[in-house]
């Protein structure tokens, strides 16, 4: 189909643009009566797909003898809560038509990423065979198109989010979701951070050439947002079945979403929202987007509310709370002796959560919902909640340097999935 972008890099893509972008991306299907639409899931509240997945099933439904189906790439996190979806989806798509990706049941296998194929990526460091492998619908729904629908922003294990990643992990099955992490993992978190070719991203594109593209009906709506004062703005769309839109988006992205700081910070404080955040699995962005403005002997503080858990699901909690945070050398161990077999995606996770050393970690949190025993038992530190944010409140602290009452200098960030915090030294 016909690349369709849309930028507008100060004001932002108002809701009347965006709906006659998505006129131009169904007016290039129209005899599609099946369609499946995939958005992330509530822990990428900001990424604008909640809008577009609704005005989809509006402007569908005006369609005759048309079926959509709504299914979250959830990848291994829990399914959304009511109140998620009706925060994400509203009243628009019925909740009959909202389909549970179960990671390590419903995938079929389309093939694999070549062993020799890894080992040149990973520079050697990962010599091994990669399963294919997405929901079972995707193959034998009878799908006649299928929208994938993302946010493009610097992410820890691709580099770059969305793309094909949306599908091979957000609705993947468990070989390529582990393998895909570790080989992430082992070749270092900080070298992706940001880069649109990084390692596990080739993996995806090797995966998107031999088995989705012109085989699946697949095309991507990718966004590119910031949020300032709490409102969410809309600075491009890209949308298409090939790589290209990936690639414009990332580069706007690049733009808006890292953030380039003229020193490392002694201390971060980084906010983690708990209608987003409920597990370190997922709130450990706050430690991946900041590391790089960590100075060596630094802290950062998580501010984490929500926080109640570690993994998104029972297995990796029980992983995460066994075997900790407790630095790359010591899982790369443990992984060499087969303790992760089967669950390589938490030895990765377990290895980017860790500051070796180099900072503190201090969660926050309410003791009712994660004690101090809990965050200790895997190597971080714990601080009260409240008490913690009496003094870093983060309704008063602004986005980047400020001075506390007593002189101590912080860096606050306030919504770390949304962005890289970079030091230039």
Known sequence: MKDLFLTEEEKGVSRQQLSGQLDLLL??????????????????????????????????GTREGVQVDVMPALGTHMPMSEEELDAFFGSVVPREHILIHHWQTDTVRLGEVPAE???????????????????????????????????????????????????????????MINKSHMLSAICGME?????????????????????????????YVQTVTTAAEGEVKLHGVYIGDSRRPFEEAARLAQKLNIVHVERRA?????????????????????????????????????????????GENEEMDKMTRKYGYTGTDHILELYRQGVFEGRLMSAAHLMQGSSEGRFTI???????????????????????????????????????????????EIYFVGTPALGLWKAEK
């Open 117 to 175: 194929t890894c080992a040149a990526i990973s520079g050697g460091k990962f010599p091994e065979a990669i399963d294919v492998e997405v929901n079972h619908l995707l193959v034998d729904g009878g799908y006649e198109l299928i929208i994938s629908v993302g946010q493009v922003v610097p992410h820890e294990v691709v580099g770059m989010a969305n793309y094909s990643k949306n599908l091979f992990v957000g609705v993947g099955g468990r070989e």
């Open 266 to 310: 002694k201390k971060v404080v980084a906010y983690l929202d708990p209608a987003e955040l409920k597990t370190t699995w997922v709130g450990n962005k706050g430690v991946y987007r900041t590391r790089m403005l960590i100075a060596d002997g630094g802290e950062l503080i998580l501010l984490a509310p929500g926080i109640r858990a570690f």
């Open 191 to 219: 070298k992706a951070l940001g880069v649109i070719d990084s390692p596990a991203r080739k993996v995806y594109d090797y995966a998107q050439q031999h088995y989705i593209d012109g085989k699946i009906p697949v095309v």
């Open 27 to 60: 007016q290039e299907h129209p005899a599609a009566r099946k369609i499946l639409i995939i958005p992330p899931d509530y822990t990428r509240c900001y990424s604008y797909a909640g809008i577009i997945t609704q005005l989809l099933y509006e402007k569908l």
């Open 362 to 408: 201090t969660y926050a949190t309410r003791p009712e919902l994660m004690s101090r025993e809990d965050i200790e038992s895997v190597n971080y530190q714990w601080a009260d909640y409240e008490e913690t944010a009496k003094r870093y409140d983060p309704k008063k602290l602004h986005e980047g340097w400020n001075t506390m009452p007593d002189g101590e």
